[in-house]
């Protein structure tokens, strides 16, 4: 898998770099080792975090109860974890 995704106890762990205010929400590649997304809700008040978790649990097909925002809740830079995805992960660059 890509540096950005790796497995751990509790599921997969990404990093992220988010670019939020985009026009439309999508996956836009990597910026570094972090995969980038852009959203489309503005950086005010978790909306941004919200529409990201939103985002991945529909790209992957997994509940989005499951899709966390664990580290950089006020950053570009994020630490996402999908509980219990299995290999949908994979689907998300498709």
Do not use: C, Y
């Not at 985009?22 to 503005?42: C, D, M, N, T």
């Not at 990201?52 to 570009?76: D, T």
């Amino acid at each position: 898998m890509s540096a950005f995704a790796r497995r751990t106890a509790a599921g997969w762990l990404l990093a992220v770099h988010v670019q939020p205010g985009a026009k439309r929400s999508q996956v836009a590649g990597l910026h570094g080792e972090s995969l980038k997304v852009r959203i489309a809700a503005p950086a005010l008040e978790g909306r941004a975090n919200a529409a990201l978790q939103a985002f991945i649990a529909e790209r992957l097909g997994v509940p989005q109860s499951r899709v966390k925002v664990v580290r950089g809740e006020r950053s570009r830079e994020k630490q996402v974890l999908i509980e219990d995805a299995g290999a949908a992960v994979e689907r998300l660059l498709a």
